[in-house]
């Protein structure tokens, strides 16, 4: 899957849901990786406004809608667009906007794919980004909960419950993708309780809301309009949700399962999902290419290539490389190490596990040194095989020797021994993964 931006440039112009101003937009292509980009053209400077995490207004100053800004320049109600440019698979984009909030169109994000069609879209030749979730993401506050399983692909379950006759127990489930939105979600429209406009027109809300734009729903049904889906609320509560999670900045795949959120709830979930993301590339040994000296490197080349630092970098020099086959490490093992003082105190034995380990990072040097794979990480997937022949003591010097079994642009295969004085006191056959940074 490839990064898209636009085609052309092309306009549009509307009034605003909560402020009630005529703003017009012009949407520009722009180069990969960019993201996203509001400029606020009415502005001295023009400056720029990213959409992504760092940026999130928070509700006590957006309520009712989703907002991003920098020091005192915002835009505000984005998610039905950010919703539109997810479905269409646009990562990067230029939007020149002169007022400070999105025009609402009919309070859907079917008119923001209209227009995106018209414009064109077109593939960038660079890898979209997309995360996989890993492992079960959880937020809730006030009987609002959402939580995101990992799947292979991207999956909502929708339930909503309000205290009110019209909007019980509506569910919906889609795995969604481009045609599954347009069809099913994309115009499904903003919507808000009767005994809730004074209130929000007393915060200065709405003010270009009407019941054309906005699904009102009073005691005996909806005012002056009729619903495009019987169950058009959940509907666009789900816009609303993948609308805020297009802030991440890129594609995921999982299963989320929702219960009556909102914004505030899908702003958590969307930290929480960063937050993962971020310690697991964290996690990875990054691949820097350093020049050997006749497959030579020493512990401040190895630091350049492997995150690890005292007391868990338990290579001391590599001694042998050859590229993309096979490498030998050296550990000297003494009596100072960190895990002596816990591990068999009265009988220091260096444990097993780290045995492991240190043939690991001769892997990890071995995989990433390589200049076709700078910029990638290396996750240890799979531990098969391990045996444990001798005990290593202080004073031992291990002889860590890996050698290639298969490895391919996504995957590295190895057979690993460590040695003492010619003996083998482990051995074992790891897998990494190699994935972009």
Sequence with gaps: MEQRTIKKPIQLSGVGLHTGAEVNL????????TGINFIRVDVKDSPMIKADTRNILEQDRSPRRTSVGNDSVEVHTIEHLMAALWALGIDNILIEIDGPELPGLDGSAIGFIEILKKAGIENQEVSKKIYQIRSPIWVEQDGAMIMVLPDNQFRVSYTLNYEHPLLKAQYLSFTIDENTFEKEIASSRTFCLEREVDDLKGQGLGKGANYENTVVVGKKGVIDNDLRFDDEFARHKVLDLLGDLYLLGYGIKGHIIAMRSGHPLNIRLVDKIETQREKLQEGGIKGVYVETDGGVLDASDIQKILPHRYPFLLVDKIIELEPGKRAVGIKNVTINEEFFT??????????????????AQ?????MLNKKENIGKVAYFMSLDNAKFRKTVLPGDQLRLEVKVVKLKSKIGQVHTRALVDGQVVSEADLMFALVNA
């Design 342 to 359: 816990g591990h068999f105190p009265g009988r220091p034995v260096m444990p097993g596990v780290l045995i492991i380990e240190a043939m």
């Design 26 to 33: 012009k949407f520009k292509p722009a180069p990969t990786n």
């Design 362 to 366: 001769v892997a990890g040097v071995l």
